[in-house]
DNA sequence: ACGATGATTTGAACGTGTTCAACTTGTGAG
DNA sequence: CTCACAAGTTGAACACGTTCAAATCATCGT
């Protein structure tokens, strides 16, 4: 079973520093050359360790780049934290949250093609939707709930509470949409938060509107039928 | 069940009779174990040729799954006639879209997985955004104009020349959660069709209420502006 | 009929992700 | 301290997609 060392002392273990060396020498040769051009036999030479020695700690490639990806969503949830705290407005509150996730994520814009495709893959561990990737999931979603919960709009007690996991559904098309933007400095991407942002603003207020209201209400219904 | 070998006709030189020998054993293969467990010398061997032989004719494996794509599409646009001839509703139009499409592609759903995996790589040919497939697309979006044009929506001329475009990015959603649905019978795929066209119907006719024109209005604006 | 030229076909070889049986090292009970 | 067992590590080997120089074949002008 697990060790006593283990829960005191999450780094010291020498199979901890072993697969904590394996990860930082695949994320640096991630971010350097791409995923696709980054072979395990480099990984394992780079960082001092047999092939296999890497397939003991993380069971595919894949795997590894599931690990980029919290370290990436980490970041994002720091970085987010200042947005928050600083403006009240549901419409500044999320066009923050997402300029920051694309700050973050810049960086890695070449590479985000390489992880989508994997992450389309509805039996991959990475896919989004995946049981794996709940807890991932479930903290993005909670940001969202953060941007609604401290804002000054206000909406039907429904709506309110399945619009965090809308916002992290608009996120992913944001995403997408981003995966496909070749425009010079990421013009396209900017431009679709900057508008699409005050829209959904404009939108959740009309839902004051008795005739949209109702179409409003069958949609959280809609969603609701639909969920697993 | 619709032949796949339909394509093996129409032959006349030697090379295109080795090129539809290939296609119609790899797109037989991909059906009998998907596409996965289907190697390309399997493909080769059971066909009679080399594997060198086979990437004379389909530069990757991925094309060959192109292939297969297109033959799926042309399923679906010739079920679809049957349904717009008899049905002038708009919702009904859409929904009988989407059901047929559903219908073609319900023995390959688990295959389906694969497809949009590389279909989810920006660089690959096969992404829906991709100049190789902007034929295939544009086919597409002619079904969504046709089941616009030929219904009883009345909707201001903006709104009704981006609509079909809104559409086919609307099925691409359908797709991505049948890709997921695990459900018996595609049972939760087939709610969210029932259930979202005539909401996207009723969400339609709403333009007629001046604030929510105002706001589709600004949404057609949005479109065109972060179009490449 | 006969080369010549381009189209077609071959299969060995490469680089990749992944596996696995064997080996080495660390740990804790006696 | 010893030693058995678990933890960690190794690298050769496998299957796959893909490439390519060479071999074969088909077609055509003469």
């Known amino acids: ?35 696709g051009k980054t072979t395990m036999r480099a990984i394992a030479t780079e960082a001092g360790v047999s092939v296999g020695n890497a397939y003991y700690y993380f069971s595919s490639k894949e795997h590894l780049m599931q690990a980029y990806y919290d370290h990436l969503q ?12 600083g403006d009240k407005s549901f419409a500044g509150r999320l066009t923050g ?33 995946s049981p794996e990737s709940q807890p991932a999931r479930e903290a993005s979603v909670e940001i969202f709930r953060h941007v609604v919960a401290g804002s000054d709009l206000k909406l039907p ?4 509470a399945e619009l965090p996991e809308l916002l ?42 008795p005739g949209v209201r109702g179409v409003a209400n069958d949609i959280v219904g809609l969603i609701r039928a639909i969920k697993p």
Chains 1, 2 share one sequence.
Not at 15 to 29: F, M, V, Y
Not at 157 to 160: D, I, N, R, S
Not at 190 to 209: A, E, G, Q
């Open 157 to 160: 007690a429904e709506l309110a």
């Open 168 to 209: 992290w559904l608009f996120q992913m098309g944001i995403v997408l949409f981003w995966v496909h933007d070749d425009s010079a400095d990421l013009r396209r991407t900017k431009l679709l938060i900057d508008r699409s942002v005050p829209l959904i603003d404009r939108l959740l207020r009309l839902t004051r509107i």
């Open 97 to 129: 949250v997402l300029r920051v996730w694309l700050d973050v994520s810049a960086p890695y814009h070449e590479f985000a093609g390489t992880f989508f495709k994997t992450a389309a893959d509805p039996k991959s561990p990475l896919s989004p939707f």
């Open 1 to 35: 079973m697990t060790t006593l060392t283990a829960v005191t002392d999450s780094a010291t273990t020498k199979g901890e520093q072993t697969r904590e060396l394996i990860l930082s020498t695949a994320l640096r040769l991630f971010a350097e050359q791409g995923y």
């Open 74 to 85: 980490n970041e994002h949830r720091e970085a987010v934290q200042t947005v928050l705290a």
